[in-house]
């Protein structure tokens, strides 16, 4: 059931919030241990919180538009009581005081917290095993890889475990597992939503952001979590305005920019994505957009200018735990946040002076259009020990992710179809930003117009 | 205490991702001119409850 239908099933008095996380605690005990989608689930406090919303909706009091709905947090979102790793072992007795603003809105809009889900140690270092928890498994096939860092929140959403996961995304967390998971993930335009009580990867890339089974329920989440906290020194301070209600709005007489020039000429892409890419191409012609071919600067420069950011500011993060307790890190977390050591003050500030090029770049080409169109995964998830033990074989260099970590811009992922062998293909929906609810609908209309959300994961054996 | 081999591990993917990190540093442009603006905004308390409060 997604979040969606959940909420609809609640308001007609025809499901409760106990049976909404019985079914949810369920089908975790059943299918999580192939999974690994879960570092900690909370039992006790989920029925709890179930029962509360049962008595409060019994006597009659107004409930939240995510009244009793399961949801759960990438395990570096500050839960009360509860513990918050990183999925690491320098945090492993880390139990926060308080909620981070994004657990407080979905507990306030009357979600349920079921559990911390699994990431990449600190959001970067993974899939490995020297870790406290296993890495999480590919719902479509256990043995192959979720992508990262939100590799929980993939495999959680795209099984069915709970309908409501939180990610976060600095240079493509969110995307990437959504992509291979075959889900929709969003992550937001950088500001809308708050990171304040998120352990942070690098601050100046870093965006929290929902992901689900459908756009539909990434809407949802969004109502519920967007909007200005000055505890956030990057939160926007502008008003959000609801997406759900306009999301069926449908994408007739939209520009939408196609930037093909990533995965036909820059990056190698499976034939059988770049053919399911034409053909959704050809089903938001068929919805009434009109289509343009564009041109961004070479993939390889946003990559280039998003690491070189991202690797400056997370050693900084995490300068003093590398040079003290380098060993409670797991080797792969360790290699990567070192890089950072290499980049000089000079290094750093010139690639924020290219960020800012950059995005001058991006904003007039897609000025006057209402969304843009690109790959996103372009390969199917591969084995997962291929990419966790030597020589560690890497997907880096097959998503579309950097420019769009670059421009702060919203940018989603939906499924696209899938592979002979069953794994799901991609494609992306970008914009300027702050054009979030733009983004959004096309991703909505699109879902709505073609079969993929009608084929779930199988039960994994 | 470190173990041997785990130190020889670190070295083996020290040495790889420095050469990674070495790449993306050769493609950063270096030519940016004097008036081209830092990408460094310094408001000292502008978004903090403090700040607004002495506004």
Known sequence: MTAAEAKAAFARGKVTASALVEDSLARIAALDPKLNAFVLVDAEGARKAA??????????????????????????YATAGLRTTAHSKLLIDNVPKHDSMVTAKLKAAGAILVGKLATHEFATGGPAYDLPFPPARNPWNTEHFTAGSSSGSGAAAAAGLVPLTMGSDTSGSIRGPAAFCGIAGFKPTYGVVSRSGVIPLANSLDHCGPMCWTVEDCALMMDAIAGHDPADPGSADRKWTPVSRNLGAGIKGMKI????HFHEKEIECDPAIARSLDDALKVLTKLGAKLTDVSLPAHADWDACVRVILYAEAYAIHEHDLKTRPQDYAAITRARLMTGSLVSAADYLQALRWRRRLNTIYAKTLAGF???????????????DEMAKPPYFSVRGKFVMAPFSVAGAPSLSVCTGFSADGLPHSMQIAGLPFQDATVLRVGHAYERATPWRDRRPPTPS | MIDSKLKQEWAARDAEAGAAMKELLARIPREFGHAEELDLVFQPEHGTKQGKARG
């Open chain 1, 370 to 384: 209402d969304a843009l169109v690109t790959g996103c995964a372009l390969t199917t998830a591969p084995k997962l």
């Open chain 1, 51 to 76: 029962k509360a919303i049962d008595r409060a909706r019994k006597s009659g009091k107004k409930l939240g538009p995510l009244a009793g709905i399961p949801f759960a947090l990438k395990d570096l």
């Open chain 1, 257 to 260: 920019a196609v930037a093909r």
